[in-house]
């Protein structure tokens, strides 16, 4: 689950949401949730933004067309 992975600092998420949210550099695990909180006005990543993920992988517009 991508949730339990932003929180256990497992390196093949982290290269996934850094794939996925596009950070300017390379960034360390710490660094890496920090600006994810920066980029989701001081939220954590959750079950629905794993969603979004995972839909935009795939091509669709919702969870739910999924």
Do not use: N, T
């Amino acid at each position: 689950m991508l949730v339990g992975a932003y929180e256990s600092g497992d390196s093949q998420s982290m290269r996934r949401l850094e794939s996925h949210f596009q950070p300017e550099r390379k960034l360390r695990w710490e660094a890496l949730k920090e600006e994810l909180k920066l980029a989701r006005d001081g939220k954590e990543f959750a079950l629905e933004d794993a969603r979004e993920m995972v839909v935009r992988a795939h091509g669709y517009r919702s969870w739910e067309e999924l």
